[in-house]
């Protein structure tokens, strides 16, 4: 028998995580791992260590012409990568 007040369990866990501030550390964790799948293998190959710090993601890229061609689409980067996680998790991108 079905109780009217049945949630679903993904709703709960979301909600569990959230009420302990668990959502937001896997929220950067899972932008961090998207990031090749978002800028393609070419740019995934210049990328070396990233990190997030008060919603700003670092970057460090080997190629410093590459550097200059990421900040000059940096809004859409930031857009994109925040939709594939699903919410605002950066508001901006330095890149080193």
């Known amino acids: 028998m079905r109780k009217s007040n ?3 369990i993904g709703l709960l866990i979301r909600q569990f ?8 550390p896997l929220n950067e964790y899972r932008l961090i ?4 799948e978002v800028v393609g293998p070419a740019i995934a190959r210049y990328t ?3 990190y997030i710090k008060n919603q700003i993601l670092y970057v460090h890229l080997t190629s410093s012409v590459l550097r200059q061609e ?4 940096r809004e859409l980067l930031v857009k994109n990568l925040n939709n594939k996680v699903g919410a605002q998790v950066i508001v901006n991108i330095i890149f080193r």
């Open 6 to 8: 049945a949630e679903s």
């Open 17 to 24: 995580m959230r009420q302990n501030g668990m959502e937001s």
């Open 33 to 36: 791992q998207s990031w090749n």
């Open 48 to 50: 070396g260590d990233m």
């Open 70 to 73: 990421l900040m000059m689409g």
